[in-house]
């Protein structure tokens, strides 16, 4: 009989046979994301489902994943959220509706995994640095890598100021809640 991680990882192979890139990102995040649990003593099982399903409705439509992050997110939620990011919401509703997820930690790490946010749980943490440091991304240095193994929350700020860096190049916008969470992690508020 196969175990929870066993179904989603051939939900995900099945769903993403058409896009190796990104079902290679998604396993390398998970990776990454148990390495990192491992190191801190985090709760791995939780770590590695999140870090799974954290991309489980990329390649959907934004059609599709605006109805379905409606069903369980309000309006003026989502209005605040970053387009890029709105998967993560609707990767939480098939997390629910397909795997029968109900851990808050876990569906949290999912919901957050892009843009995070102030206080962030240490699963938060992982996947929200997994998904950025994960083998596959080529602009990551090894010693950053190494910063994640030293000090998670300056390993955060870390991929906030890069964020912000990146975005104000493409001249993107940039949430409040971007610039409060590097605020939190970087400055001092977590102290």
Sequence with gaps: MKNLL????????HEFESDS????????????AVKLANHYYIDVYKVEIAA?????????????IWSMAQEEFSLEELEKIPK???????????AKNNFNIQ?????????????????MSKVEQ????????????????????QLAFQNLDLATARVVKETIDYLH??????????????????IGGNE
């Design 6 to 13: 066993d179904h989603i990882k051939d939900y995900l192979i």
């Design 169 to 186: 190049k493409k001249k993107a916008y940039i949430s409040e809640e971007t610039y409060k969470l590097y605020d939190y992690y970087y």
């Design 84 to 94: 890029g990011c709105l998967h993560a919401y609707s990767a939480v509703v098939l």
């Design 52 to 64: 799974l399903l954290h991309d489980a409705t990329k390649n959907d439509s934004i059609e599709t």
């Design 126 to 145: 992982v996947i929200y640095l997994s998904d950025y440091l994960e083998e596959t991304r080529d602009f990551v240095t090894d010693d950053f890598r």
């Design 103 to 119: 851990d808050k930690e876990i569906l949290d790490a999912i919901k957050y995994h892009c843009h995070g946010r102030m206080g």
């Design 21 to 32: 890139y990104r079902l290679k990102h998604i396993f390398s995040v998970a990776e990454m």
